[in-house]
Structures are given as structure tokens and as C-alpha cells.
């Protein structure tokens, strides 16, 4: 027997209690690879990729398991959402977050080396990559179940063929010791989805994309209904929750921001993180500079006052919280536009009680760039920058070479737009719907 007869006995053998699951396998093609492209298995949405090595090493019961854990990328579409991220962190935490709900609800095995981790049960990517990255042992941790299974964990994942080059992560990026461009590859890959020339998806492309994978989703969920469910899993239930996993936008904005602010560690409080493992780790203080939050609110959009003044109480909240002591605010659509003062900035000094308030300014069409312009040209002017926040729909494009020399945080209000490539900074999907809940 082959490994691709392997491959294809396992997929059918999963018709039985895991109809949904063994639907949406047949909606993706089987591609074999090289090992110095794939050490395991990879999707990128439309394909699964496997090596022959490892298909020929595990069980059958292990290949069910992988399969599933890669279809599973592609039902919560962990090939359309990592943005900035880093590629192997968000590597891991989209396998925390499938590995947790496929081992304890789908109680289904997996491999050597497959991630797991309780706490993250039920956490979406986004929130578990969140605390990989600011926390050293938790990636640490990660990396020590990878050893027991794949060696030393160098990997060989750096060929020419991995999807992953070149769509963000920047080189020499470090939690702590960690390197992260070192990290190795998981037990079953989630890879950017590109384009048949091997280049990043357009928003067309990706809306595409999107369509396919949801169509693969509805019609294996029908199937899975008309079959009925056998044992304790329905593949409508996983779907459901899908559906209502929204990643709370303020937490995550107010994650990112503390993450920026609070870099000074102390043992006047404990870090509670680890205390289940009897672990006494310091905390992140606040800074005891000070220091101001830029915003820059995209115009050109359909955003309206009522948003503007929800977003205002928000990041003033959070710039409080993290000890900020003034909030500047400039206003753009081609380019941006002076206040009634003939000033760039509407700067707020939360030190002295003012109150953040947006007002939309100008209209029109969009281009990013000249908020970073301005920024960069008076750098010397201002006081402490600790971060760059953008509110926009997403409609727009910007250059790598106007990148901040702090960190940026994008906003995006439209989910169409969320998955666009931007050269730098973290990406925040708002959901406008629950901006009054």
C-alpha cells in the first residue's frame, strides 16, 4: 500500500462518526511533497500536503487524527487569518487552539510531537498567539512537546517551497532567548494561502477563497445532517462554535497596548499565569514614564460619529489603564487633515482630565501613508510614543518603508479586509455589530 492509499483508506474510515470531517477532506486536494518542503502534513486551504515519510511512520489511528487537525484549519480558516503575525508562533497557537477541542471533545489521537496545552481549550488562535508571544515560558513549554517528537526541532522547513516566506515575521524577532525564526515546524501545518504563482492572495482572491472554504464547510455540515450523528460528535456543533467564537476586539486592543507599555518586570505582584504549575514568575509593570498613544482615524470609510465616540471611550479606558498620559489624534483620508486650529494633531492630555473625542474629518478616498509621514517627520517634537493605532475599513494600502519606529496596531473594521497583507504591525478585526454590546 502507498502512503497516498494510506491517506485515502483513513479519510474513508472517517465516514463513520466523522462524516462532516471526511466531507471537508474531500474538498482539498492530496499533494505529495518533499520533506525540505513538508516534515508532515500542510494546508493552505485548497491542498493537503504530505510527506511519504511521515504518512509511512504513524498509525492509522494517528493519520485520522492529522487529517482531521488539518481539515479543522480550514473550517476555522487558519490560512486567511494570521496577518502580521509571526508564522511559526501562529503556527502554534492555531494548533493549541484545534489540538485541545479535536483530543477532548473528538477524542481522536495524533502524532509524537502534536501540541497540546488544557488551558487553551476553547481560546482562539488569535488569544493563545497573543500570549505566546509576550510570555517566554509558555512558548517555552510549546517547544519542549515539539523536542519529544521531532529531535532536536531544527526542522527543514526553510526550502524554497514553504509558503510561509515572506508574509510577515520579521527576521531576528525574539521572545525572550527565543528565536523565533529557529522554532520548528508543527505536527500538521497551516500555511498562507498564495496564489498558483506562489504569490500573496488580493482581496479578491482571498474573498474567493473564503467562499470556497464556507461552501466546503455548509455542504459537508448537510451532509453530516442528512447522515444523522453517530456517536457524541456533530460536525454542526463544531460549525456553531465557529460561528460564535468573536474575538472580543477590546480585550485583544487592550492586550496589545499593554504588552507595549508594560515592559518593566516586578515582584510587587505575582504572574498568576504560571501559578498552576507552581511556577513564581515577576509580572509587567506599568511604565513609570508616562508617554502618549497616536491614533490615526481612517475618514474615507462609512464609520459613524457614534462608532467614533465608542472607540474614543475605548482606547481612552485602555491608555488610562496603561498609565498613558496623553492621546494624539490626527484625521485622514488622502492625506490628513488639519484641525479647526490649523494643527495636525488633536492632542488630549488625560493627565489633566481631558476627554478623547473623535470627529471625522475630510472624506474621499484612501491612502495610509501620510499619518506614518507626519509621524515620522515630527518624531523629534513628541513625548514618549509607546504606540501607533489605526482605525480604518481596511481599503487602502501602505509601504513598508514608512513603518513607525513603534509598534503599530491596525484596526480594521471590515472582515473582507482583515486577511489583507500589510508590511507591518498587528492586525485587529473590529466587529462593528458589537460595538454596542
Known amino acids: 500500500m502507498t502512503e497516498l492509499d494510506k491517506i485515502i483508506k483513513a479519510r474513508a474510515k472517517l465516514m463513520k462518526g466523522h462524516v462532516g470531517m471526511a466531507s471537508m477532506l474531500l474538498h482539498l486536494n492530496l499533494v505529495e511533497v518533499e520533506a525540505s518542503k513538508c516534515e508532515t502534513l500542510a494546508t493552505d486551504g485548497r491542498n493537503i ?3 511519504p515519510s511521515f504518512v509511512a511512520e504513524i498509525s492509522e489511528e494517528e493519520l485520522k487524527g492529522v487529517l482531521v487537525h488539518e481539515a479543522l484549519h480550514c473550517v476555522y480558516e487558519h490560512m486567511l487569518r494570521r496577518a502580521t503575525r509571526h508564522p511559526k508562533v501562529w503556527n502554534i497557537a492555531c494548533d493549541y487552539a484545534i489540538n485541545t477541542y ?5 477524542r481522536m489521537e495524533l502524532p509524537e510531537g502534536g501540541l497540546m496545552n488544557r488551558k487553551y481549550h476553547k481560546l482562539t488562535a488569535e488569544q493563545i498567539y497573543r500570549d505566546l508571544i509576550n510570555d517566554e515560558e509558555a512558548l517555552q513549554d510549546a517547544l519542549d512537546q515539539m523536542g519529544e517528537g521531532q529531535g532536536e526541532g531544527e526542522g527543514e522547513g526553510e526550502g524554497s ?16 532567548d527565543i528565536d523565533l525564526d529557529s522554532i520548528p515546524n508543527t505536527v500538521g501545518e497551516v500555511w498562507d494561502a498564495k496564489s498558483e504563482s506562489g504569490k500573496p492572495l488580493t482581496a479578491t482572491e482571498l474573498s474567493e477563497l473564503r467562499t470556497e472554504i464556507q461552501r466546503a464547510v455548509s455542504m459537508s455540515d448537510k451532509l453530516q445532517k442528512a447522515m444523522g450523528t453517530t456517536g457524541s460528535y456533530s460536525f454542526s456543533n463544531s460549525i456553531k462554535e465557529l460561528k460564535d467564537a468573536k474575538i472580543n476586539w477590546r480585550d485583544e486592543l487592550s492586550d496589545l497596548l499593554e504588552s507595549t507599555v508594560a515592559n518593566v518586570n516586578t515582584w510587587s505582584r505575582l504572574n498568576k499565569r504560571h501559578s498552576w504549575r507552581g511556577v513564581c514568575l515577576p509580572s509587567k509593570a506599568r511604565s513609570p514614564y508616562g508617554g502618549e498613544l497616536v491614533m490615526a482615524v481612517d475618514t474615507s470609510g462609512s464609520v459613524s460619529q457614534s462608532e467614533l465616540n465608542i472607540y474614543a471611550t475605548e482606547v481612552q479606558a485602555m491608555a488610562e489603564d496603561c498609565g498613558l498620559e496623553r492621546v494624539r489624534v490626527c484625521y485622514c483620508d488622502t492625506t490628513v487633515r488639519k484641525n479647526r486650529d490649523g494643527e495636525w494633531w488633536d492632542v488630549f492630555d488625560l493627565d489633566q482630565g481631558d476627554e478623547v473625542k473623535l470627529i471625522a474629518r475630510g472624506g474621499g478616498g484612501t491612502d495610509f501613508t501620510p499619518p506614518f509621514n507626519l509621524y ?11 504606540a501607533f493605532i489605526y482605525f480604518t475599513d481596511g481599503w487602502g494600502r501602505v509601504k513598508a518603508d514608512v513603518e513607525p519606529d513603534v509598534p503599530v496596531i491596525w484596526c480594521v473594521t471590515d472582515k473582507s479586509r482583515y486577511s489583507e497583507r500589510l508590511p507591518f504591525g498587528e492586525v485587529i478585526y473590529v466587529d462593528t455589530s458589537s460595538l454596542y454590546s
Open 161 to 176: 517551497g514553504t509558503p510561509t516566506e515572506g508574509n510577515g515575521g520579521k527576521s531576528g524577532q525574539k521572545v525572550g
Open 49 to 51: 500536503f504530505y510527506n
Open 102 to 106: 479535536l483530543v477532548y471533545d473528538l
Open 376 to 386: 515620522n517627520d515630527y518624531t523629534d517634537d513628541l513625548e514618549n510614543v509607546k
